[in-house]
């Protein structure tokens, strides 16, 4: 027998195991060995001791997260040597114990010991009698125990390592944590039972009918009911009448049990098809579109253990936002998860638990998808992930695993996966040709090539449908573009659709500040030398399951129904997949009256444009909501024309003659202007500081990325740093009258360059409000777009609460927003800044009315469509901080009035700012009035 440190340099899959089945609702006895265990922490695989006191833990769970040993995140990079199939001399060892009682019911028969999931490569022993070891770390392994357990008490122990061969297979963009973190379960298996159930469905659109056929392993007679068809024949396909389809709008399951003498099976399941009809992906004969996300388990306080109704409540908040499909980046879930997934309705990709992404950095070399040596591994890991879950009417796809380049090992698994389920598809990214799957699938295409591959104008494998298998990067400030993918997977049916990166944010727990703020951690937070910093923060929602800005435009953009009002007519589109808009209530607001409207029933895939008998002067909002779940699912609205903001009456400026000093300044009605800048001092009783030109922002992650359409160029964020975007010089050119208005002319530029801005402030007053309307006009070659074209200006009091009437209650940039409605909203500081857990520039709203409290007085702030950032710091220290929790507590408020932004794209990982969401120099306007309120 091999040595425990032997084993671990071994690409051979685990040893002592059963062969994979699926899991299996049944009535025979099992005890869960959840709870408390005893664990001991060694160095290394070579300083095994006897000596080291045992400490509880909680199975499941991590053991970094439970105070032994450190999280490491890490997206692409090994954080070890990169020498396979060797694990590195340090390499943490956690023996785990547990001592238990076997429940009489589980000793009355043969029995097996299952675990879901053991995060590193494990041996495991009972009662000193090893079993085997463990091997693939989110994919189940069981252990026959029959006469190895036994009765009063046993001992279980798990020998831990954190790397093995198998981390070299293990690669996806996570932490890297330890531990037992699914559950551990003792299984009675009566003689005569049921050892495995493979059930084959399928659906005739034609006609309605259904076919069924039941594979049961067992050693006894079997009886298989469907009690809306009696009692069938197993491994008989059985032809049935007028069933009702299974899909994600309609999941409808069927209750299938399979009995022996001694034991008795229960299983819900769905009649579908699933297959490619001239390059177009189909659902039961009609073209199936996937509004996905990419899902990791992750619990911010534990890891990638997650209970069962926190899986649920992620699943009704990704239904409430229109999100139809998940793939199980990269492994497969919690079995469980997928019971759920057939009873809510989402088509799932189930990915394999496979990722070798790491050798891409060596230019492929040495990659085990094309080694020999490790066609095993591939073929078992594979094979357990098909097996545990190939019953699941929601799983339409079979991913090889993530980023593993190319190679033999791969097409292999391929191969045997269509044989063993010929009635779902095979899906991998990583393999262009794509002889052995059945989509073409990429990740961050560019929208301009997902048109080409659209219209069959882009080079393509064979004749099969595109998806975008990892799009729109969801993290900070973003995603930006959504727009534009989902209006060609609407116009080309080849197009099937995609799934965002990625649905839930991974920081990590770290208590709470003295003020009561939370800390979430990130790469590089824990000590790591070889990490990926935040850009494991990269989700629709937060790690908390709170959602995001990004979440409200989603579900907008994947709305299953489009509507828009032009002119007096209300166009409709139905994009569900099968079901008509019977089943949608609708309701019309004009003005503060709303009232029921009659929708056309339409059915799926139709549209229709119905005439609008209303007076279109004032503000029509019209609101789709579903019936079943309370949800809104699609909505429209249409503003009229609005005139720009202006002052009724206007009084005089008082301007000190030339050559005096005046120390009071200039005055302007309640306003007063520092003679030496021009600029405001202050406004009534408010005081104002800073007032300046300004074209930056605090650069977000998708700033600091470097755009797949621009790749031979540095970050946008690198490239305002370059050009000192962030350090305008400004000089007073004169300050002068014309008319009732003050006209000050400044002009501002950074160091270095010879580039810069002319900016002429015309002010007016009525006596109290204070109107601008402000020109930038650039001179110069400059280097660089702008971030943005607008005014700063700080208040020394924190504000508490922001009221807009304008877009929200989210933010808005060009091209993000598409959630945002006019209506009339108040949010608190922190709500309306956004806050990130990288600090970074957010919460942009256009707005036309809005009030910053700052407690008995504030700044009112008048336009039509200004965008407006209020927030208690500075530019400068949001870009200078690394995480949330470390600003500090407000004590002023700074607020940017913008002529003009750029959009924020996906650059962290994608296409950048879409051309025309950028902010090229050229004149800007203006027009603002400010009024203490």
Known sequence: MTSFLEDLASPQPGRGGLPARAHLHTDAPRQSLDGTWQVRRHPSPRHLTDDLDWSPIRVPGHLPLQGHGAPIYANLAYPFAVDPPHPPDDNPVADHRLEFAADTAVLAHPSVLRFEGVDGAATVWLNDV????????????????????????????????????????????????????????LLARPDGGIRDVFVHTSYDHRDGSGTLRVEVDSSSPVTISLPAFGDLQPGETHHLRLVSPWTAETPILYDLSVRTPSESVDLRIGFRTVHVEDGVLKLNGAPLLLR??????????????????TARAELLLMRSHNINAVRTSHYPPNAAFLDLTDELGFYVMVENDLETHGFELNGWRGNPSDDPQWSDAYADRMRRTVERDKNHASVLFWSLGNESGTGANLDAIAVWAKARDPERLVHYEGDRRSIYTDVYSRMY????????????????????????????????????????????FHKYPRLAGGFIWEWVEH??????????????????????????????????????????PALIDLARVYAPVSVEITG?????????????????????????????????????????????????????????????????????????????????????????????VVPAGITLGTAVFDPATGMPIRLGDLDLHDVAISLWRAPTENDRGVGWDETHLPPVADRWAAARLHDLRTRLVDVTTDGAALVVRTRSGPPIIDAGVDVTWRWTS??????????????????????????????????????????????????????????????????????????????????????????????????????????????????ATGHDHELPEATETWISLDAAVAGVGTASCGQGVLPQYRLAPSTQHLKVVLRQS
């Not at 003020?515 to 979430?520: K, L, N, S």
Request: with cysteine; net charge negative.
């Open 568 to 660: 007096d007519t209300l166009t409709i589109v139905n994009r569900y997949h099968g079901l008509d808009l019977s089943h949608l209530d609708a309701e019309l607001t004009i003005g503060d009256a709303t009232s029921a409207f009659e929708l056309p029933k339409l059915e799926a895939g139709a549209a229709t444009t119905v005439p609008l008998e209303i007076d279109l002067t004032r503000p029509v909002t019209l609101t789709l909501r579903h019936r079943e779940h309370g949800h809104e699912v699609a909505w429209a609205q249409h503003l009229p024309a609005r005139p720009p903001v202006t002052l009724t009456s206007a009084v005089t400026p008082a301007l000190a003659p030339a050559g005096t």
């Open 130 to 185: 090893e079993l085997g070891t463990l091997r693939g770390s989110r994919l189940t392994t069981e252990f026959d125990v029959t006469g190895v357990l036994r009765g009063g008490t046993n001992v279980l122990s798990v020998r831990l390592a954190q790397w093995s061969a198998h981390s070299y297979l293990e690669d996806q963009d996570m932490w890297w944590m330890p531990g037992i973190f699914r559950s551990v379960t």
């Open 292 to 309: 996905g996300v990419n899902r990791h388990e992750h619990d911010p306080k534990h890891g990638r253990t997650v209970d069962l109704e």
């Open 507 to 548: 920081s990590l727990y770290g208590g709470t500040t003295e003020a009561g703020r939370t800390i979430e951690l990130y790469g590089g937070d824990f000590g790591e030398k070889v990490h990926d910093g935040s850009f494991v923060v990269d989700g629709l929602v937060h790690a908390d399951k709170t959602p995001g």
């Open 766 to 879: 009525d006596g109290t409000a204070l109107a601008l309307d402000l020109t930038i006009t650039p001179y110069g070659p400059w280097p660089c777009d702008w971030a943005r074209a607008g005014v700063d200006l700080r208040l020394d009091r924190p504000t508490t609460r922001v009221g807009w009437t304008g877009y929200g209650p989210g933010p808005q940039y060009p091209d993000t927003g598409q959630g945002a409605r006019h209506g009339s909203w108040s949010a608190d500081r922190d709500d309306f800044a956004v806050r990130t857990v990288r600090p970074q520039e957010h919460g942009s709203r256009r707005i036309d009315d809005a009030t910053v409290d700052l407690g008995g007085t504030g700044l009112q702030i008048s336009g039509v469509d200004v965008p407006i950032t209020v927030r208690p710091w500075s530019r400068e220290l949001i870009t």
């Open 445 to 488: 295409a560019m929208t301009d090539e997902v048109e080409r591959l659209g219209a069959g104008t882009a080079p393509s494998p064979r004749n099969l449908p595109f998806v975008l298998c990892e799009y729109a990067h969801a993290m900070g400030n973003g995603p930006g573009g959504l727009t534009e993918y989902q209006d060609l």
